[in-house]
């Protein structure tokens, strides 16, 4: 069964300081993995996108890293800010791009 | 890329009645998705609307409870009908741009329904 697990489920830390959130999948044929930010009550946004053959894609001060062999990937939130508070969600692409696994999301919370 | 306007942004609606969320979108685009994301929970795609064919519906969702109108290459309609608490999320237009295997998903803001 095509299945995307989030952790942790929740993260409190504080403004300034680094964070890393894991998604491991169980999704085959893999296409691609995407990372979202989705403040509350929004629609999400797009932060990464990687393929299989990539390791690891940068925005800003979110890194995103991939290993297709394990199946895990994580997001990695440098210098945190108050705006950073969001879910962050990580959705796999199964065999297209039309079908899409969702995870159920990280909630970070930023604190000053 | 894509910009994608919904309407409304949020209402309170009654029990029993109907409402019609727009999703426009400033380019033309072939696939667009309809999600629900109740409280707490993560986006369930309810049905992907092509135009000119009828919308597929995922397990679980009905054309009954969400029909879908998609006119043409940039706007589309789902309505909530007959709604009930349960219905209570926020609903998500979203389209696909091609790219390969890094077609870019955009969403749009979001129509946050409360139905009392």
């Known amino acids: 069964k095509n299945q995307v697990e989030q952790s942790p489920q929740s993260l409190i830390i504080l403004e300034g300081k680094n964070c890393t959130l894991q998604?491991?999948?169980?999704?085959?044929?893999?296409?691609?993995l995407r990372w979202y930010k989705q403040d509350t009550g929004r629609g999400p946004v797009s932060l990464t996108i990687m393929t299989f053959s990539e390791n690891t894609k940068s925005n800003g001060r979110y890194t995103a890293t991939l290993d297709a062999d394990t199946k895990q990937s994580s997001l990695h939130i440098t210098a945190s800010q108050l705006s950073d508070s969001a879910s962050y969600i990580c959705v796999v692409s199964a065999n297209s791009n039309y079908q899409l696994i969702w995870g159920a999301g990280t909630k970070l919370i930023i604190k000053p | 890329s894509a910009v994608i306007s919904q309407k409304p942004s949020r209402d309170i609606c009654q029990r029993g009645t109907s409402l019609t969320i727009q999703c426009q979108v400033d380019s033309q685009v072939t696939m667009m998705f309809w999600y629900r994301q109740q409280p707490g929970q993560s986006l369930t795609l309810i049905a992907t609307a092509n135009q000119g064919s009828e919308a597929t519906y995922e397990s679980g969702f009905v054309i009954d409870k969400f029909p879908i109108s998609r006119p043409n290459l940039t706007f589309s309609t789902l309505t909530v009908s007959n709604m009930s608490p349960e219905d209570s999320s926020i609903y998500l237009c979203?389209?696909?741009?091609?790219?390969?295997?890094?077609?870019?998903?955009?969403f749009g803001e979001g129509s946050w329904l409360t139905v009392v």
């Open positions: 979203s389209v696909e741009v091609p790219g390969g295997r890094r077609n870019t998903i955009y």
């Open positions: 998604c491991n999948y169980t999704v085959s044929p893999f296409s691609n």
